[in-house]
C-alpha cells in the first residue's frame, strides 16, 4: 500500500534552475494538494486540483506551475528557482466524499 | 484574518495533565475539521476528524467543535512525552472542499 509518493525526497538547486517535483496517489482520489511548510508557518497551499483536468491557485502560488497528469498525478514545477522557495513541500490527496488528507512523505528543497 | 488561527505555542504540560489545544476558522460555511499530528521531519498524520457539533472521543483524543463560535479544540488526556509534537489544525471548506491548515501549535509534555 503505497498511499501517496513523492520524488524526490532531498534537493539542493542553484538560484535560477528549474526542477520538478512529483506526486502520485494510488487510492483513487480526486482531490491533490501542494503545500510548503516553513518554520512557525504551518502548511501553506500552494495549488489544489479538485479533479483530473482542473487546478486551482491555493495561499502562496507565485513562482510556481502545476500540472494534474491524470487521476494519480500531480506535479509542482519551479520555473527559476529562489532563494525564497527553500522550504519542505508536502503533496497530500483526498476522496470527494470523504476530506481525510493522506500525505505523501515530503520533499526537501534548498536553494542556494 | 488568516482562515485558520492556532496559538503557535509551545504548550508545556507535565506528564500525566490534560493538554488542551485550540483552533478558530473564518469560514462560516466549513463542513469538515481535523486534527494532525507532525513529528519532527515526518508528515502530518490524521488523529482525529470532526463534523458536528459536540465532543468526540478517540482513546485519550477528544475533538471539540462549535460552529456557533467557529472554534475547534482538541483535547488530550494523561499527555506523554510520546505526545510531543506539533499539532495541525485543518478546516474543509468551500465548493471543492478545500483543506486548509492553521500554522500549527508545539506541544512538550515533560517527564
Known amino acids: 500500500n503505497a498511499g501517496v509518493t513523492q520524488t524526490p525526497k532531498f534537493q539542493v538547486l542553484k538560484t535560477g534552475q528549474s526542477m520538478t517535483l512529483q506526486c502520485a496517489q494510488d487510492?483513487?482520489?480526486?482531490?491533490m494538494y501542494w503545500y510548503r511548510q516553513d518554520p512557525g508557518m504551518g502548511l501553506r497551499l500552494i495549488y489544489y486540483s479538485a479533479s483530473e483536468g482542473t487546478t486551482d491557485k491555493g495561499e502562496v502560488p507565485n513562482g510556481y506551475n502545476v500540472s494534474r497528469l491524470n487521476k494519480r498525478e500531480f506535479s509542482l514545477r519551479l520555473e527559476s528557482a529562489a532563494p525564497s522557495q527553500t522550504s519542505v513541500y508536502f503533496c497530500a490527496s483526498h476522496s470527494t466524499a470523504n476530506t481525510e488528507a493522506f500525505f505523501g512523505q515530503g520533499t526537501r528543497l534548498t536553494v542556494v | 484574518q488568516k482562515e485558520v488561527e492556532q496559538n503557535s505555542g509551545p504548550l508545556s504540560v507535565p506528564e500525566g495533565a490534560i493538554a488542551s489545544l485550540n483552533c478558530t476558522y473564518s469560514?462560516?460555511?466549513?463542513?469538515?475539521f481535523f486534527w494532525y499530528r507532525q513529528y519532527s521531519g515526518k508528515s502530518p498524520e490524521l488523529i482525529m476528524s470532526?463534523?458536528?457539533?459536540g465532543d468526540k472521543e478517540d482513546g485519550r483524543f477528544t475533538a471539540q467543535l462549535n460552529k456557533a463560535s467557529q472554534y475547534v479544540s482538541l483535547l488530550i488526556r494523561d499527555s506523554q512525552p510520546s505526545d510531543s509534537a506539533t499539532y495541525l489544525c485543518a478546516v474543509s471548506s468551500g465548493g471543492y472542499n478545500k483543506l486548509i491548515f492553521g500554522a500549527g501549535t508545539r506541544l512538550a509534555v515533560h517527564p
Open positions: 469560514d462560516r460555511g466549513s463542513q469538515s
Open positions: 470532526i463534523y458536528s457539533n
Open positions: 487510492m483513487n482520489h480526486n482531490s
